[in-house]
């Protein structure tokens, strides 16, 4: 019997998206555990930083959200 792995290669060069420095506002968020994994994984899926995944999401719902306006 043959197992099989899968493995996802991230080559890109990590950067900040749309101007992200490091001296921008920070601040700390707390999620439920499930949500956090989540994150971890969309993240991980998507050869990103958490950081960058939650912005990610936050731009593409303040997009959809001004659309709408």
């Known amino acids: 019997m043959h197992h099989r792995s899968t493995f996802v290669l991230c080559t890109t060069v990590m950067h900040w998206e749309e101007g992200m420095a490091r001296k921008d ?16 994984r969309s993240a991980k899926g998507n050869c990103r930083s958490m950081t960058a995944e939650v912005v990610f999401w ?7 959200q001004e659309q709408a306006a």
Not at 25 to 40: A, D, G
Not at 58 to 64: E, G, M, N, P, S
């Open 25 to 40: 506002p920070q601040f700390n968020l707390r999620l439920p555990e499930e949500l956090k994994v989540w994150v971890e």
């Open 58 to 64: 936050l731009q593409q719902a303040k997009k959809i």
